[in-house]
Structure formats: C-alpha cells, structure tokens
C-alpha cells in the first residue's frame, strides 16, 4: 500500500513572501479540518525574512536588516531565505494519533532520516529542539529548525533545513534562543545542498515517518478500547 496516496506533495517552483505562503497554508488547514482537502506536505523557498513564534523575545532581535514577520508557531526567531529548504505540514492528527509530543519526534527523526541519506550524521539535542549536527571541529552545530502549531488537531508549519544559505543572515537574530551554537549548513559540511537532491531525501524516507504516526494512531485506538 502507498501511504503518501492520500497527501499532495508540492514542491513550490519560485520562492514565494513568507506572508503569502502563511495565508495559503491557513486556508489548506482549515479547509483539511472541514474534510474539504486532502493533507498536504509543502516544499518551498522564501526570501530572506525573520519570523517571530509566540515566545520570541524582542532583546533576540539583533538586526532587523530583512522583514521581521509575527507568526503563530511556537518557538522564538527563526530565519528563512534562499538555499533553505522550507516544508510546511498541513496533517491531520484526528486520524494520525492526537498526541504533538510524538508527532515532532516524528518529525525529527524523518529529518534526521533524510539527512543521513546526503551523508549528513544528524541528531536530536537534550532541551533543544530542532536538528543538531557536528561541524569539522566537533562542535555541535544547528543545521535545522522545527516550529510547529496545531489547530483542531490538524498541523500547520513545519521545518527548515539549511542546505546552503548566507549563514551570515543569522547574525541578525538569535537563532530560536540559543546564543551559545552555530548554525551550519550541508554546504559547509561539504555535502549535496542542492533542492532536487534533498527533496528526493525526504521522499525516499517520507513513508517512515508515516509509518511512526500511524503506530501513534493505533496505539491511541488500543487505549481508547482499553479503556472502555
């Protein structure tokens, strides 16, 4: 069976403003949730702009040198431009197990997943979230943000992975809050940065991650019946 049948993968040919791509991801939702839609996975690049989730603090603004755009995901600061890949999730949670918590380790490990298949050794990092690899030297580095929102159970937003921005645009903000590390990229670590190439990564290892929400679903359907 084909699990991806049911979802519309689109890959968005030109970059697109952070603001209309927003606009057009709240009306997918919202028409998912009236069961007017189908799910969609959404693969695009924006120009350069900061984004503000709901626990930005405006002293991490360091440099409004792009558009500094208020969004409704979690998190803090985050930065989007060229060479970033950007994938926003419109899912619903209704059939594939209502429990957030999971479904962003779920996330995280499709990333992960994805970025192993470019060579890439990425990981998760105790109390920071988002996806975590070493540069040449062995410092801990961040190579990809994750922000995330849900509403009647259905996702919306999702992750960014640098694959080759100016990671000078950073300097701007404080990347989701933590001072203290870097943010790399897969063209700094010498590794495949272009779209075509990531996307196919994130195709070949897309079922997984569906297959770990599904178990998520099905696990929530034995407590319930348990439970009665």
């Given amino acids: 069976m084909d699990l991806t049948t ?20 709240e ?18 690049e924006h120009p350069p702009v900061y984004t503000a989730g709901t626990s930005a603090n405006p002293a991490e603004l360091l440099d409004p040198r792009f558009p500094v755009v ?7 600061f985050t930065y989007h431009g060229p060479g970033q890949r950007v994938g926003y999730l419109v899912l619903d949670l209704n059939t594939r197990g209502r429990d957030i918590r999971h479904f962003i380790c779920s996330l995280e490990g499709w990333l992960i997943d994805a970025l192993a298949q470019l060579g890439i050794v990425a990981f998760r990092a105790p109390g920071r979230i988002g996806i975590w690899t070493r540069t040449a030297d062995g410092a801990e580095a961040k190579i990809g943000a994750i922000g995330v929102r849900v509403r009647r159970w259905v996702t919306l937003h999702g992750f960014a ?38 996307d196919a990564a994130l195709a070949a290892t897309f079922p997984a991650f569906l297959q770990r929400l599904r178990g998520s679903a099905e696990n929530s359907l034995e407590a319930k019946a348990g439970s009665d």
């Fill in 161 to 198: 992975i640098n694959l080759a921005p100016d990671l000078s645009h950073f300097t701007g903000i404080v990347p989701c809050g933590l001072p203290d590390f870097a943010v790399t990229s897969a063209r700094e670590l010498g590794k495949a940065s272009d779209f075509t190439t990531f």
């Fill in 70 to 76: 208020q969004t409704g995901r979690g998190g803090r």
């Fill in 27 to 44: 009306a997918r939702a919202a028409a998912v949730a009236a069961g007017d839609a189908r799910e969609l996975v959404w693969l695009l």
């Fill in 6 to 25: 049911e979802i519309e993968w689109r890959v968005e040919p030109t970059r697109m403003p952070y603001q209309d791509a927003l606009a057009t991801m």
